[in-house]
């Protein structure tokens, strides 16, 4: 018997009122890999992540997910997998530990490894310390560990993350990018979606560019940053002259002169870097600064345009 | 896909869960179970002895503040099981706000669970805080003249209606936009004891306001439960607010059910 892929889905398309969020998706995602979904607010992520997850049918198109269609076996679709929202969905009168062990009364654990599992999950996301305090009085941070622990407890093979880091501070985000790489070399196969080029290279192994509901791109990080132009330097001057003295001294470079900039290509080489640094007269320089592509760079470089909202708010309005 | 931790779905386990979640939330959150008991408290006190001595004389057959206490003592039980009830609009509203509930649906659980769980929950705080009021209205004087049969009466009707008002709140907290506006939704049912026969006899008021009083849901239970604390046979006012019980809460549990299963957009 083969395999099913983790997650299948076939020209999915979803609608709120007159806002056609989702038209035409497909996508494919092979048990035991990463895929990120990567798109700026309203581009549709989190339907796509509430659709594979049953909480909302599809206007049209097909889903599949551990092998089972999302609309017809709902159940077996949630006995595969776990799901860590935008939003930390945490009890916050009751303690991390407690959360915990509501998880593993709900997955039907026996006291003896229900114990086990919630003391491995603490220690593993060192949550040990905090796990007889109110959830409430937890950081951010720890908020969100708590929320994947949770997700965790069933040892689901297939685990979505809908913007795991949104709102993170960075060390908390290295954090959580840590635990997910342990999840992943444990063969769990991840469904992420990010607003992050960077978190999507860091985690991810395939990743599809969402924008006004289709993947306009799809590929390994490292070919969709092929696509897209390299980081660069900027550098704001105090005046004309000083702008232009420099522009005439390096090369490849960039002159904006109404807002005194010079933009420089730089593909992370030191080497470059010190060279421009002596090119330049620090009584003119206004500002330095080293860009690395992010997620503009990428809608620029595929949809011709930068990253505007596709909807008036961050998210659709719930039809109730 | 190698096999997976979760077995298929056990309502009953489920819900058990649940309550137990639900019970800690109580003990958690005392602000809000200790201000549920203080307001039909506060209530009982207000009328028994700002408004008392003027009233106890206007009641048939009525002399004091002791009876007047009789007289409202089922209105005080009515008031707390809604009081009781107002909270759950919040508490689920809360839930579903805060997104567990969208985890709960996510997960291969009994989904009946979730609210059966904040149902018994609920009844478990009613029993406590009517046990409280009671405990009170004792310390003021009260003596019911109700049989023992009666007082099995009374407690089946009190179980009745706290399930049906809460399958209405759960609704009512389901339907609200958010845990806010949940909290002021269901503010009505507060209000209707005192348009009913539970602070005065109907009879007093003025026409409308007497047709209205005598034909609302409120006014049978709050007969029956006085007759049968009092010692008395409600007649067909029992039949009447088993009645009310029953169709208000099928309807809402219908209602709760369907809002629980719609798809959630955001």
């Known amino acids: 018997m083969s395999i099913p892929t983790a997650v299948e889905v076939s020209e999915l398309a979803m609608s709120y009122g007159d806002v056609d969020v989702l038209r035409g998706l497909d996508l494919t995602v092979p048990t035991g890999t990463v895929y990120a979904l990567l798109g700026p607010n309203g581009a549709g992520k989190t339907t796509v992540v509430r659709i594979l997850s049953t909480l909302v049918p599809a206007d049209s198109g097909r889903a599949a997910v551990a092998g089972f269609d999302v609309a017809r076996d709902a159940g077996d679709v949630r006995r595969s ?170 090369r490849n470079a960039g002159v904006d002169e109404a807002a005194l900039l010079l933009t420089v290509p730089y593909e992370g080489d030191f080497a470059c870097l010190q060279s421009l640094v002596t090119e330049l007269d620090g009584a003119s320089v206004v500002s330095f600064e080293v860009r690395t592509p992010d997620l503009d760079d990428v809608f620029l470089a595929l949809t011709g345009h930068a990253v505007r909202p596709v909807l008036p708010t961050e998210k659709p309005e719930a039809v109730r | ?38 307001q039909p408290l506060a209530f009982m006190l207000l009328f028994v002895y700002v408004f008392g001595g003027t009233m106890g004389p206007g009641i048939r057959g009525g002399d004091g503040r002791g009876d007047y206490l009789r007289f409202i003592m089922p209105a005080i039980v009515v008031m707390t099981i809604a009081s009781v009830s107002l909270s759950t609009t919040y508490t689920i509203a809360l839930d579903t706000e805060k997104g567990i509930v969208d985890r709960f649906r996510t997960m291969p659980i009994a989904r009946s669970a979730v609210l059966a769980g904040r149902v018994l929950g609920a009844v478990v705080q009613t029993v406590v805080a009517l046990v409280v009021v009671l405990a009170v209205a004792l310390l003021l004087g009260y003596r019911s003249g109700g049989t023992i049969l009666g007082w099995l009466g009374v407690t089946g009707l009190v179980l009745l209606m706290t399930l049906s008002l809460t399958w209405l709140t759960v609704g009512l907290g389901l339907a609200a936009p958010n845990a806010e506006t949940a909290s002021n939704t269901p503010l009505p049912l507060m209000f209707l004891p005192f348009l009913s026969s539970g602070f005065v006899p109907t009879g007093s008021m003025p026409v409308g306001l007497r047709w209205f009083a005598e034909h609302q849901p409120f006014t049978p239970m709050i007969d029956t439960l006085r007759a049968w604390m009092g010692g008395a046979s409600p007649g067909s006012d029992a039949w009447w607010a088993v009645g009310w019980c029953l169709l208000i809460g099928v309807l809402s549990f219908w209602w709760a059910r369907r809002l629980f299963a719609r798809p959630q957009a955001t």
């Open chain 1, 81 to 250: 997998i776990g799901v860590t929202g935008q939003f930390s969905a945490i009890d916050e009168l009751l303690t991390g530990r407690e959360n915990l062990r509501l998880m593993a009364d709900l997955a039907h654990l026996r006291s003896a490894e229900s114990a086990r599992r919630v003391a491995s999950l603490l220690a593993r996301f060192d949550l040990d310390d905090a796990a007889d305090r109110r959830a409430s009085t937890y950081s951010g941070g720890m908020k969100r560990r708590l929320d994947l622990a949770m997700t965790l407890v069933s040892r689901p093979r297939l685990v979505f993350l809908d913007e795991p880091t949104t709102g993170l501070d960075p060390r908390s985000r290295r954090e959580l990018w840590r635990l997910v790489r342990e999840l992943v070399a444990d063969g769990v196969t991840i469904f992420l979606t990010t607003q992050y080029l960077e978190e999507a290279d860091e985690l991810a192994d395939r990743v599809g560019v969402l924008h006004q509901g289709r993947l306009v791109a799809e590929g390994t990080p490292s070919e969709l940053k092929r696509l897209v132009p390299g980081g660069r330097v900027e550098i704001t001057f105090t005046s004309p002259s000083g702008l232009a003295a420099a522009a005439g001294r390096v």
């Open chain 2, 1 to 38: 896909m190698t096999a997976v931790a979760l077995t298929s779905p056990r309502p009953v386990r489920d819900s058990w869960t649940m309550l137990r979640r639900n019970l800690r939330q109580m003990v958690r959150y005392r602000s809000l179970t200790l201000m549920l008991i203080a």
